[in-house]
């Protein structure tokens, strides 16, 4: 969904997905469903500029977002093989903070501080990546 109001703009997006795993077990026989699930919102301000043009403008800001895996039947202890009955839940989450420039019409520069971190729900996993900040300069030209 998406909702604007003069300089202020929300979007979110929800989703869902079941992956049927017919025939994947070591025995060949039926698994659980795969599920993915995630989503996000992201609020954005017009600093400075005309709403709803792209033309000589700044832009700020921030996006919270989530997305995970796991196994439909979760009655038995969880695994790391992807052939296992319940698939080990794994979820990741980020939280963005950016700026964004319009030069002109055809030039954009965005700037990014992004903080990413993996949740292991079972804590069955010996090793994930260290929650961290990042940045990131994107310089693009449109036509």
């Known amino acids: 969904g998406r909702w604007r109001t003069g300089r202020l703009t929300l979007k979110g997006e929800l989703l ?12 060949n026989s039926d698994l659980s469903d795969l599920i993915v699930d995630g989503g996000y919102v992201t609020g ?3 600093v ?8 000589r403008a700044v832009d700020v800001s921030v996006r919270i977002e989530s997305l995970g895996f796991h196994s439909a039947d979760q009655t038995d202890a969880p695994s790391l093989s992807p052939r296992a009955e319940n698939i080990a839940p794994l979820r990741q989450r980020a939280l963005t903070f950016g700026a964004n420039w319009l030069v002109n019409r055809w030039v954009k520069v965005q700037f990014n501080a992004l903080h990413e971190s993996f949740v292991d729900q079972a804590g069955i996993r010996l090793e994930l990546p260290e929650a961290r900040w990042r940045s990131l300069m994107r310089l693009q030209f449109s036509m």
């Open 16 to 27: 869902r997905q079941a992956d049927s795993r017919e025939s994947e077990s070591v025995s």
């Open 44 to 46: 954005l301000w017009r």
């Open 48 to 55: 400075v500029g005309t709403p709803r043009r792209a033309r």
